[in-house]
């Protein structure tokens, strides 16, 4: 068939970026324009522009037991979350109508509702949405032209309010790859370590008071292992972005002469979890699992001493890690009816205690945020409750006479 026809679709931007939660949320805008190159005369029937948007996901529910494989213990859903077409051409005649050789371009609006799902590619589901621009022709010797571009959803927030982090874990996984049990805090933020406390220094994930970056950046938290070690750690932000570096400064204070500490190390995790259809966060069909977005490890014996802290001695050392590695992009953090996405740090200490290897940890929850969080959210005006003085009232004694 002959392609005499070819698409250049510009958009003003690729991102939609609501401002708020999806119950709140105002609508936004995609827009840009269409261009069709004619290399001959051509046969056109109609130009159209479509967003849509699908959301779907298929796993097996964890929190069913059965010793055999059952059919009834699978879920899977797909559902079409947007669907809204513009038709920016449309021939009166049902032949098409001719269009010489040049350049033809057809400009397009499309509203996006507030109430949209953030976009999200997971190991067992997705929400993505996509723009596509199709030329109808007449001619059935002739190719139909289209052109299919990525959009992507996403929000910005209030971070304590909107997303809760990562929970406390009550026992130390095997590996990182599988998830430890877990349970929830609220612990305060206090300024002394506690060994029974793992989050003391962290603030509560139900906290309703408002954070703004300069709270959220950077993180102390310290943590006592009964006699064994303590661990003081700071992070240099709790905001990242989907492509930074991220460092972690970690200081040992060993509280036992038989502590012996072999080396030091850190982790990103990713916490994906996937809920069923009618089920919700606090039971029912569900699916999570850790993903490691990166990690560092290092013997003491080839870790750089961090000098001059202002928070640590110089017994202390440098970790960096970054937030997308290679083939390893990390997702934003999000929380709907369907997908949840949570980061956080495992900072890990190796030790020999009385002849005995073991492996001590802590969590250091973190935000990953779109680009436009610091490039936007903090560039907003900042309102103020302080009246303005009001004009003097009306009075027709003051106008001369």
């Given at each position: 068939?002959?392609?005499?026809?070819?698409?250049?679709?510009?958009?003003?931007?690729?991102?939609?970026?609501?401002?708020?939660?999806?119950s709140?949320?105002?609508?936004?805008?995609?827009?840009?324009?269409?261009?069709?190159?004619?290399?001959?005369i051509?046969?056109?029937?109609?130009?159209?522009?479509?967003?849509?948007?699908?959301?779907?996901?298929?796993?097996?529910?964890?929190?069913?037991?059965?010793?055999?494989?059952?059919?009834?213990?699978?879920?899977?859903?797909?559902?079409?979350?947007?669907?809204?077409?513009?038709i920016?051409?449309?021939?009166?005649?049902?032949?098409?109508?001719?269009?010489?050789?040049?350049?033809?371009?057809?400009?397009?609006?499309?509203?996006?509702?507030?109430?949209?799902?953030?976009?999200?590619?997971?190991?067992?589901?997705?929400?993505?949405?996509?723009l596509?621009?199709?030329?109808?022709k007449a001619?059935?010797?002739?190719?139909?032209?289209?052109?299919?571009?990525?959009?992507?959803?996403?929000?910005?927030?209030?971070?304590d309010?909107?997303?809760?982090?990562?929970?406390?874990?009550?026992?130390?996984?095997?590996?990182?790859?599988?998830p430890?049990?877990?349970?929830?805090?609220?612990?305060p933020?206090?300024?002394?370590?506690?060994?029974a406390?793992?989050?003391?220094d962290?603030?509560?994930?139900?906290?309703?008071?408002?954070?703004?970056?300069?709270?959220?950046?950077?993180?102390?938290?310290?943590?006592?292992?009964?006699?064994?070690?303590?661990?003081?750690?700071?992070?240099?932000?709790?905001?990242y972005?989907?492509?930074?570096?991220?460092?972690?400064?970690?200081e040992?204070?060993?509280?036992?002469?038989?502590?012996?500490?072999?080396?030091?190390?850190?982790?990103?995790?990713?916490?994906?979890s996937?809920?069923?259809?009618?089920?919700?966060?606090?039971?029912?069909?569900?699916?999570?699992?850790?993903?490691?977005?990166?990690?560092?490890?290092?013997?003491?014996?080839?870790?750089?001493?961090?000098?001059?802290?202002?928070?640590f001695?110089?017994?202390?050392?440098?970790?960096?890690?970054?937030?997308?590695?290679?083939?390893?992009?990390?997702?934003?953090?999000?929380?709907?009816?369907?997908?949840?996405?949570s980061?956080?740090?495992?900072?890990?200490?190796i030790?020999?205690?009385?002849?005995?290897?073991?492996?001590l940890f802590?969590?250091?929850?973190?935000?990953?945020?779109?680009?436009?969080?610091?490039?936007?959210?903090?560039n907003?005006?900042?309102?103020?409750?302080?009246?303005?003085?009001?004009?003097?009232?009306?009075?027709?004694s003051?106008?001369?006479?």
């Open positions: 068939m002959l392609k005499s026809s070819r698409l250049d679709v510009i958009l003003h931007s690729d991102s939609v970026v609501f401002h708020g939660s999806e709140n949320a105002s609508p936004k805008l995609i827009y840009g324009k269409v261009r069709v190159h004619n290399k001959s051509s046969k056109i029937k109609s130009l159209s522009v479509s967003v849509t948007g699908v959301s779907s996901y298929g796993f097996v529910n964890e929190n069913y037991e059965s010793p055999s494989f059952n059919v009834n213990n699978c879920y899977a859903s797909k559902s079409v979350v947007f669907d809204h077409k513009e920016l051409y449309q021939s009166n005649d049902s032949n098409g109508s001719n269009f010489g050789p040049g350049v033809y371009e057809y400009l397009f609006i499309i509203k996006m509702d507030g109430d949209l799902p953030a976009s999200v590619i997971t190991e067992f589901g997705k929400t993505e949405y996509k596509k621009v199709v030329l109808e001619n059935i010797l002739s190719m139909n032209a289209t052109k299919t571009l990525p959009i992507f959803v996403k929000r910005i927030i209030e971070l309010t909107s997303i809760s982090h990562p929970s406390i874990p009550t026992t130390e996984a095997e590996s990182d790859v599988e430890p049990s877990f349970e929830a805090f609220s612990n933020l206090v300024s002394t370590p506690s060994p406390s793992s989050f003391i962290l603030p509560s994930a139900s906290s309703t008071q408002p954070t703004n970056l300069s709270e959220l950046s950077p993180r102390l938290v310290s943590k006592t292992f009964d006699d064994k070690i303590m661990l003081k750690m700071i992070t240099d932000g709790t905001v972005t989907s492509d930074q570096k991220l460092k972690v400064s970690v040992l204070n060993p509280l036992n002469e038989t502590t012996r500490v072999i080396s030091i190390g850190a982790v990103l995790n990713e916490r994906v996937i809920y069923g259809t009618n089920n919700s966060v606090y039971g029912g069909a569900s699916k999570s699992y850790l993903r490691i977005i990166n990690s560092v490890h290092k013997n003491l014996s080839v870790v750089e001493t961090v000098s001059k802290s202002e928070f001695s110089s017994n202390s050392f440098q970790l960096e890690l970054n937030t997308s590695k290679d083939y390893k992009i990390v997702q934003l953090d999000i929380e709907n009816e369907t997908f949840k996405v980061h956080y740090i495992k900072v890990y200490v030790i020999d205690y009385k002849g005995k290897r073991e492996k802590s969590l250091i929850p973190i935000y990953i945020v779109p680009n436009e969080y610091f490039t936007e959210f903090n907003l005006p900042l309102y103020s409750a302080s009246e303005l003085d009001s004009p003097p009232a009306y009075s027709s003051l106008i001369p006479i």
